[in-house]
């Protein structure tokens, strides 16, 4: 597991989360995109270095599966951490867009011209 900092320490996963295994909200999947708050707040308090991390990656949107990924931690302990960026109003979460089936008529038209070809 890693979650070692630039120093080289351990960082454990449960100090990150403050002892915390569950997520306080249910809606984060692999591919939520997360994007750091422009402007951030300043009435929230100072972030913890592993939160700044996570805000300098989300300066762009990013999966939480990506941004997992790219910090080496579980996605379980990212997601608590989201969660307090979150609440602190400091990132902003947008879910996955839900996927429709196409139009079986529309495909069969597309299919018959492509045989044309």
């Known amino acids: ?29 692999l591919i939520t995109t997360v994007t750091a708050a422009d402007p951030q707040p300043e009435s929230a308090a100072r ?18 599966a990506e941004l997992a990924a790219r910090l080496d931690l579980p996605v379980s302990v990212v997601v608590i951490m989201l969660c307090d960026l979150l609440e602190a109003g400091r990132i902003t979460v947008r879910p996955p867009r839900s996927v429709t089936t196409p139009d079986p008529d529309l495909l069969q038209k597309v299919r018959e011209g492509l045989g044309r070809l």
Do not use: K, N, W, Y
């Open 47 to 64: 972030p913890q270095p592993e939160h700044t991390r996570i805000l300098r990656l989300c300066a762009r949107p990013m999966a939480v």
């Open 1 to 29: 597991m890693g979650g070692s900092d630039p120093s080289g320490r351990l960082v454990r996963p449960f100090t990150l989360t403050g002892g915390r295994t569950r997520p306080s909200r249910a809606d984060f999947t």
